[in-house]
């Protein structure tokens, strides 16, 4: 088992740059794939960004257009989602999730362990 806690939303103008991280407690992080989903007001969950539990794969929303990078770091149990060139459409509560697989999957019904999410709200 795994418990994630997101951290690093926060308020940023359109056209900047944020950080989020993923902090993991629990035993060999590595082993677990780490998902980052949003939920916008109104509408529903969306993939943004999985990594594998080894680092070696990424899959993307088709949104992201190169914008938003995940990684990980397994020696810290800390996961990231670098954002750059955000827009208003940005904003959302932005959740990591973990599976017990090394893959990188897009649904969100593969991951049973979920952060309680972090706002990220983008100004004009």
């Known amino acids: 088992q795994v418990h994630l806690v997101e951290s690093g939303g926060t308020l940023v103008q359109a056209g900047g740059s944020l950080r989020l991280s993923c902090t993991a407690t629990?035993?060999?992080?590595?082993?677990?794939?780490v998902g980052w989903f949003r939920q916008a007001p109104g509408k529903a969950r969306e993939f943004v960004a999985a990594?594998?539990?080894?680092?070696?794969?990424?899959n993307y929303g088709d949104f992201v257009k190169d914008r938003f990078t995940i990684s990980r770091d397994d020696a810290k149990n800390v996961a990231y989602l670098q954002m750059t060139i955000l827009t208003l459409e940005d904003t959302a509560v932005y959740y990591c999730a973990a599976r017990a697989s090394i893959g990188a999957s897009m649904s969100d019904n593969d991951y049973p362990y979920w952060g309680q999410g972090t706002q990220v709200t983008v100004s004009s």
């Open positions: 629990g035993r060999a992080f590595s082993n677990y794939g």
């Open positions: 990594i594998n539990g080894r680092g070696t794969f990424m």
